[in-house]
């Protein structure tokens, strides 16, 4: 049973690049979300999805762009790639919301130099 | 804003003590949880806890919950060495979950 699964698990970019943080839950969770979390910071909300065609902005969206066009995948862009955020990313699903269990992927760690 | 606060940041104790970690909140909550993290790895759920609950318990896990106070802790008993890693407690408002800053727990054999 694979749960959240994150791709890829390190990245280094130069300041200015694009790429896409990937996100797959297979236990058709409604729910799924995106943090980032720097040291001494905890987790901050970057965006989050309540369903297939359904996103809305947590606490700390610009930069980044997402899209839910199934239930199953929640992927992550950076649009053009900052050195403010080099960070460690964990994408998260639940069965029923905010207010219910999450299940989080082993994250992915992205440098940007 | 972080909506919930760990207290300790960092907490060191030897094999076999309890240990207490305490977290504040700032607005009303439907539910609070604690997740575990260990070092390079993902947020693991431990307990759930409701609005209109007082305490929980799972295992060797205790939580309390005091409404009144904006506050709740996540007590580990007897405590072993796989017990360390930094532990997390969440609000949810709405859609969205907020996560405290941590607290990292040391446990020495």
């Known amino acids: 049973n694979a749960g959240v699964t994150q791709t890829p698990k390190f990245q280094v970019l130069k300041t200015g690049q694009s790429m896409t943080l990937q996100c797959a839950q297979d236990?058709?969770?409604?729910?799924m979300s995106w943090y980032r979390q720097d040291p001494g910071m905890g987790l901050r909300l970057i965006h989050y999805?309540?369903?297939?065609?359904?996103?809305d902005q947590g606490e700390v969206p610009n930069g980044y762009n997402v899209s839910r066009s199934t239930t199953e995948d929640f992927p992550l862009r950076l649009l053009s790639a900052a050195p403010s955020q080099t960070s460690v990313y964990f994408c998260?699903?639940?069965?029923?919301?905010?207010?219910?269990?999450?299940?989080f992927g082993a994250g992915t760690r992205l440098s940007v130099l | 804003s972080q909506q919930g606060e760990e207290d300790p940041q960092a907490l060191s104790i030897q094999e076999g003590e309890n240990a207490t970690m305490n977290c504040s909140y700032k607005?009303?909550?439907?539910?609070l949880q604690w997740y575990r993290q260990n070092s390079g790895r993902g947020l693991v759920h431990l307990i759930l806890?409701?609005?209109?609950?007082r305490e929980k318990h799972s295992g060797r896990l205790r939580v309390t919950l005091d409404t009144s106070k904006k506050s709740s802790s996540l007590l580990i008993t007897a405590s072993r060495a796989a017990d360390t890693a930094s532990y997390f407690c969440?609000?949810?408002?709405?859609?969205?979950?907020?996560f405290g800053e941590g607290t990292q727990l040391t446990v020495n054999p």
């Open positions: 999805s309540v369903g297939a065609g359904i996103t």
């Open positions: 969440a609000t949810d408002s709405g859609s969205r979950l907020t």
């Open positions: 998260a699903s639940s069965p029923g919301g905010a207010w219910d269990i999450q299940y």
């Open positions: 806890i409701r609005s209109n609950e």
């Open positions: 607005t009303s909550i439907n539910n």
């Open positions: 236990m058709n969770h409604e729910y």
